[in-house]
């Protein structure tokens, strides 16, 4: 890859969703901005060569997606005075009406995370408009073909211009039906910035920082709701950590091995505070409010030998109950290894994998290889532990993985 298309591609990822954001707010079409953006990127690829970078790129392919916008309409004979609007808009402030956080985000969340759309086809959604994410990228994430996101994006598009969906995030009355999902994409996004799924980096900083801002924001518009100051604290304790996580060298730092006193403690205390909110309110924790309590354990803990592992086992057991999932019975048997030993542990993820959970994913053998580390069962270890490496598509968690059957 050039540097240009690394340029590029470095643009994209930290301001597609705003330019995507600014361009549906005009269009009034998700698909139709994204359509557009992609067009200024090939425009980019072409002319930054020669150009040079300019000074504000998000704002540049901004305005030249814009352009092709209002030449569309030319085209098709649809210059009204809406049109009139926003050419003198585009011609009088240029570059200087792009500005670095808006609100167009947030609609663009809720406009992909419309109820018309299926839950598979919003997460898919988001993660492309909002994430910025590939089609690659997003299949790797959540563990279905490449042609099945494909599919869900394209026909998640279709679906919100059929329905002449609008660009506005609904009246907070109105969010309760719509609130779960949203939560549920925007801590997918974070995910994805926490660990990334493929690439060369461990952490995708740009997605977890937006991902926390929306979630901030959702938390100031509604106070009242337990969970989205759960979903706020979880991310905060999780960021609190993101200066520990990557050695000089880009290289993971796996939990056990980190500095705690690199740790951002004022995150940490936002952190805490903000589930104080969630359980103030008296309704009891859900699912992003318990992951938040299990975070909470190791945020205050001054090393891993001191950690309450008794009580995250006791927090994973309630969040299996209250949301079942394969990873979370993972999570739980890694605490059980530190909390009763390997063995015990050991025997969950064997379960896991007799069912069938997790085919497909590097966690399962990853988690399977350490337990049968501790176990003495150093060939076996080994073969779980190469076989997780091939899986992961992030080549530095493939290095840690390598690096670790070999030092067996």
Not at 205 to 221: H, K, M, P, Q, S
Request: charged share 25%; proline share 5%; net charge neutral.
């Amino acid at each position: 890859m050039t540097d240009i298309a690394r340029s590029v591609d470095a643009v994209w990822r930290i301001e597609s969703a705003r330019i995507v954001g600014a361009l549906t707010r005009m269009t009034g079409d998700v698909g139709l901005a994204e359509d557009l953006a992609q067009e200024a990127l090939v425009d980019a690829l072409r002319q930054w060569p020669e150009s040079g970078i300019p000074q504000n790129p998000g704002a540049w392919l901004t305005a030249v997606a814009k352009r092709r916008a209002i030449d569309g309409w030319r085209r098709r004979e649809r210059l009204d005075d809406r049109y009139r609007a926003l050419a003198h808009d585009l011609e009088t402030q240029g570059a200087e009406e792009w500005q670095p956080i808006d609100d167009d985000v947030l609609r663009l969340v809720f406009t992909a995370c419309h109820p018309v759309l299926s839950r598979e086809s919003q997460v898919a959604l988001t993660l492309r408009v909002v994430g910025g994410l590939t089609s690659e990228e997003i299949a790797r994430m959540l563990l279905v073909p490449v042609a099945t996101v494909q599919a869900r994006i394209t026909r998640a598009k279709k679906t919100l211009a059929a329905a002449h969906v609008p660009f506005e995030a609904p009246d907070p009355s109105e969010w309760g039906p719509r609130l779960g999902g949203v939560l549920g994409v925007v801590y997918l996004i974070f995910t994805e910035g926490y660990a990334a799924t493929s690439g060369d980096r461990w952490i995708r900083t740009d997605l977890a920082r937006e991902a926390l801002r929306l979630g901030r924001v959702i938390a100031e518009l509604l106070p009242r709701e337990p969970e989205v100051h759960g979903l706020v604290a979880l991310m905060e304790f999780q960021s609190s950590r993101f200066g520990a996580r990557v050695a000089r060298d880009g290289s993971p730092i796996l939990l056990a091995d980190q500095d705690r006193t690199r740790w951002d403690r004022a995150q940490i205390a936002r952190g805490v505070a903000a589930l104080q909110r969630a359980d103030a309110l008296g309704r009891g924790r859900g699912p992003f409010a318990l992951q938040a309590a299990i975070a909470e354990c190791h945020a205050v803990a001054p090393s891993v030998e001191a950690t309450d592992w008794e009580r995250i086992v006791l927090l994973y057991e309630a969040l299996g109950r209250l949301a079942p999932n394969p990873v979370v019975e993972l999570n739980r048997a890694v605490a059980v290894s530190m909390a009763t030993g390997p063995a015990t542990a050991l025997r969950i993820v064997d379960a896991l994998a007799d069912a069938g959970q997790l085919r497909g994913s590097h966690l399962l053998p990853s988690v399977r290889g350490e337990l049968l580390s501790r176990l003495g069962r150093t060939e076996d270890a080994r073969a779980a532990l190469l076989e997780a490496a091939a899986l992961t598509s992030n080549t530095r968690e493939a290095a840690v993985l390598r690096g670790k059957a070999q030092a067996l």
